[in-house]
């Protein structure tokens, strides 16, 4: 499969002249000198008026409907305070979340970091970033549950003591072998490398089972239980460990909340349609802004930056 060929990724100067005069024309709403000068600056060229209408919405995605040209902006102070607001929720929206699942977890990673666990059977884990986990080992049975995020799994072969992965209800039985887990926020995907692996889904009717082989894995739709088998060759499952992305028919949402998980901040969608566009592609999550532009670069994308801590995906 070919790569997505990633544009430059030198920031777009328009679009931060946009977002300059965006901020000038909102803090003098009246000044008719700034608003003839906007003017201008808007019909030198095409690129700049797209470059302003990228910039509105993404004010628009955090609470504030940024002004058409025509029209008398708000005051920069509403801007910002509404700003404030929407950033405000997306902490309460993320923080909250996060900091539950790290109450329950006994191993857990924060942004861009990875960790590898030796588990007491000699079994290994190696968790992605933003990833939780929970252990419980007992005589005749080893469970884990995957909070969050993402892991490889690596199982010490144990004939009398299986090993289950869980999350949303999806699990992942073996006995011996080596696996990839991803919770992404409405489904699961299990992938093989080695060995044999059941995945089951018991809280839809009828119940879900696949049994997977090294290079099979399987989608599940955790609100629906629908399932899609996935193939990729053994060598590149986890290639997260590497520092890059390989997916196949997922979509911009799927792809972007795992892009999140190696920068500070967060990543909003800006347009329901992009979000649901399904890409191909491997990904380099190195350099995690790269990777979001090579992202929706096939659907006619864009991304926008407002701040280091938050970027938008907008649609064409």
């Known amino acids: 499969m070919t790569p997505p060929t990633a544009p430059d990724d030198t920031p777009d100067p328009h679009l931060d002249q946009a977002m300059d005069w965006l901020l000038r024309v909102s803090e003098a709403p009246h000044d008719r000198v700034l608003r003839t000068a906007l003017d201008r600056w808007l019909a030198a060229d095409p690129a700049h008026r797209r470059a302003f209408d990228h910039a509105g919405r993404a004010w628009q995605v955090l609470g504030d409907v940024a ?58 884990i190696d968790l992605a970033p933003e990833s939780a986990v929970t252990i419980h080992y007992a005589e005749d049975r080893r469970d884990v549950a995957l909070l969050a995020g993402e892991a490889f799994f ?45 995945v089951t889904y018991a809280d839809k009717d009828p119940s879900f089972r696949a049994d997977l082989t090294p290079g099979q894995g399987v989608h599940v739709a955790r609100r629906t239980g629908a399932a899609v088998e996935t193939r990729r060759a053994p060598a590149d499952v986890a290639l997260w460990r590497d520092g890059k992305l390989f997916v196949a028919d997922a979509t ?10 190696y920068q500070p901040g967060w990543i909003a969608i800006a347009d329901g349609d992009l979000a ?27 991304v926008t930056r407002v701040s280091p801590y938050l970027h938008v995906l907008t649609g064409p």
């Open 67 to 124: 002004p058409a040209p025509a029209e008398r902006p708000a005051p920069r102070r509403r801007v910002a305070a509404l700003a404030g607001l929407a950033l405000a929720a997306c902490l309460a929206l993320v923080l909250v979340p996060d900091l539950l699942i790290r109450a329950q977890a006994d191993f857990a990673t924060t942004t861009a970091e990875a960790r590898e666990i030796i588990l007491e059977d000699g079994s290994r």
């Open 252 to 261: 911009v949402a799927e792809v972007a909340a795992v892009i999140d998980r």
């Open 276 to 302: 649901a566009a399904r890409v191909n592609g491997l990904y380099d999550l190195t350099n995690p802004e790269a990777a979001l532009r090579a992202l929706v670069q096939p659907a006619g994308g864009r």
């Open 154 to 198: 690596r199982v010490t072969p144990d004939a009398d003591r299986p090993f289950t992965v869980e999350n949303g209800g999806v699990a992942a039985r073996v006995l011996g072998t080596a696996f990839n887990v991803r919770a992404v926020p409405d489904a699961v995907d299990v992938q093989v490398a080695e060995g044999r692996v059941r």
